[in-house]
């Protein structure tokens, strides 16, 4: 089952600061999170497992509370650049069938 | 390096034809699989292989094959194309499947 991501859009002006939420109906034992630009490929930010450890950007953070099975991205002081649409992709434990969220388009005006 | 590399970038095909989504990578990743995009929906996984000889089925599966003989290569087959299966088709690698997934440029497919 996919994880649900809201909000579905966010439009930002730079310097502003957005949450990313990502919920799952079953048990979590990794978030991902990639970041698409338009007629581009998704690319990797971020992954958080369960147990805490989090790897990823410096500038993006996120976070995964994993009795809630939820993840947050946060994304502060934002730039033009971190316009896209974000996804949520989540696996249970030695689950290699990761699932999707619908996306959350985001975009950052000067 | 050049990654995750798939051909063609763009097919139109007919209701019925066959057609093969060729997926390369040159970073030894064990884990492949095939991703499809439609508007407001997301990526869905149809395909996916944690090695040489090794394919599972995902969320969207049906009318799509795969086979994985090499650690370099996952083609995606449409047995018989249908216009639901118009999309943007993406392949990804990974270290493992729990890791970041580098993804492919897409093959954006029409069926007529």
């Known amino acids: 089952q996919q994880p649900v991501q809201s909000p579905q859009a966010v439009i930002l002006r730079e310097g502003e600061d957005a949450v990313i939420n990502c919920s799952s109906s079953?048990?979590?034992?990794?978030v991902h999170w990639y970041r698409q630009k338009h007629g581009e490929a998704p690319v990797f930010l971020m992954i958080l497992l369960k147990g805490g450890e989090q790897k990823g950007h410096e500038k993006i953070s996120a976070s995964f509370n994993e009795k809630k099975q939820q993840s947050s991205l946060y994304l502060t002081a934002s730039q033009l650049s971190y316009s896209g649409t974000y996804f949520c992709g989540t696996a249970g434990y030695n689950n290699n069938d990761m699932r999707f969220g619908a996306g959350t388009r985001l975009t950052v005006k000067p | 390096n050049a990654g995750v590399t798939q051909t063609p970038k763009f097919q139109v095909l007919k209701t019925g034809q066959s057609m093969t989504l060729q997926c390369a990578q040159d970073m030894n990743h064990e884990y492949m699989s095939w991703y499809r995009q439609d508007p407001g929906m997301g990526l869905r996984l149809i395909h996916y292989s944690v090695g040489a000889g090794i394919t599972d089925q995902g969320e969207v599966p049906n009318g799509y094959n795969v086979s994985r003989s090499t650690t370099e290569d996952f083609p995606l087959r449409l047995l018989s194309a249908a216009p639901s299966q118009t999309s943007v088709y993406f392949c990804?690698?990974?270290?493992?499947?729990?890791?970041?997934?580098?993804f492919g440029p897409g093959t954006r497919l029409t069926v007529l």
């Open positions: 990804a690698s990974s270290y493992l499947g729990d890791n970041e997934q580098f």
């Open positions: 079953k048990a979590l034992y990794s």
